[in-house]
């Protein structure tokens, strides 16, 4: 019944309009694939927010489009459990670590693994608060995997690795803040694992706005 109204409807406004069917056909088209392109469409799993077009007949996902969002609006991390830190930076050179470049232990944590700012960062904290392969998300900073500890990083007390000084002083300081304990570690971490967690494509669309560079 809707449609044979329908088809009356449109069939009057033919009639007195002069429109043809594929006319109006063309335009609707056009009107749909305007609008589309600036649609944001949600998707399952930590990256929230899409941009899509229309080809052809087909929605057409814009993976390399970056998040429209931050992550922190993005992900929603109130589901995990909160803790209250001082947060300090550090580097692998002699002012943080007292060895240089020829060091054969330069940029080696003490889990092992290569030190690392990415989406996932390396981080130094106290093992006895958050073991080693702990992660975190600290908010400005992104993803930290607790990977080495420090002399100084006694109780809750985090360092977040930075490859320079500068980066350090004029990217984060010291901050007492609340992070959100993704994961509690099991003592262990590997390089292979971080990896993965690094190329995750779910994560690329943040990688801009967490390393402040293109990807």
């Known amino acids: 019944m809707t449609m044979l109204v329908a088809f009356a409807l449109f069939t009057t406004f033919q009639s007195f309009s002069g429109v043809q069917s594929k006319d109006l056909t063309n335009w609707a088209s056009e009107q749909i694939k305007k609008k589309s392109q600036s649609v944001v469409m949600k998707s399952v799993g930590l990256v929230s927010k899409y941009m899509f077009y229309i080809q052809g007949n087909k929605a057409v996902v814009a993976s390399s489009v970056e998040s429209t969002l931050p992550i922190e609006e993005a992900i929603d991390f109130s589901k995990y ?49 958050f073991p080693i392969g702990t992660i975190l998300f600290i908010p400005d900073y992104g993803y930290g995997v607790v990977a080495d500890k420090g002399g100084a990083i006694k109780g ?40 993965a967690m690094n190329e995750d494509k779910s994560m690329q669309v943040f990688r801009q706005q967490i390393l402040g560079e293109k990807s």
């Open 81 to 129: 459990p909160k803790k209250t830190v001082v947060a300090t930076g550090y580097t692998a050179g002699v002012e943080s670590t007292g060895k240089d470049a020829k060091h054969p232990s330069y940029g080696i944590t003490y889990s092992g693994v290569k030190v690392k700012r990415d989406l996932y960062s390396t981080i130094a904290a106290d093992l006895s608060v």
């Open 156 to 195: 809750n007390k985090i360092d977040l690795y930075y490859e320079t000084v500068n980066d350090v002083y004029n990217k984060w300081g010291k901050r007492t803040l609340d992070v959100y304990v993704i994961k509690m570690g099991d003592g262990k971490i590997s390089e292979e694992e971080i990896a």
